[in-house]
Nanobody
């Protein structure tokens, strides 16, 4: 089982930027799907951005144009660049990864819970 560790969260004012990192996935020579999810208090977990071995990316409509997902395959690290932060971006951000998928599943798929490794999360708090 892969151990994923997120970092880079913090408390910032609206309009600022953050860069989240997720280390430890180790999929250097394998097919993979890696993604960022977030969960705000009292809300369901939602998929934010995903990327696969072919650098195909998918974003939730609510973050398009502000969030950028990328991966450093040499350092085994996933990134999420967040620009123009809004108070509604406040949430715990998690990374999830699997080497079992060529194409990332739909956000609603049960595969995320059943077949992916998850990190412990990093908190992002945005004040207005």
């Amino acid at each position: 089982q892969v151990q994923l560790v997120e970092s880079g969260g913090g408390s910032v004012q609206a309009g600022r930027s953050l860069r989240l990192s997720c280390a430890g996935f180790g999929y250097r020579y394998k097919t993979f799907c890696i993604a960022w999810f977030r969960q705000a208090p009292g809300k369901e977990r939602e998929g934010v951005a995903s990327i696969n071995r072919e650098d195909f990316t998918t974003y939730a409509d609510s973050v398009k144009g502000r969030f950028t997902i990328s991966v450093d395959n040499v350092k085994n690290t996933l990134f999420l660049q967040i620009d123009g932060l809004k108070p509604e971006d406040t949430a715990m951000y998690y990374c999830a990864g699997s080497s079992r998928f060529y194409a990332c599943p739909e956000w609603s798929s049960d595969s995320w819970s059943a077949a992916f490794d998850w990190g412990q999360g990093t908190q992002v708090t945005v004040s207005s």
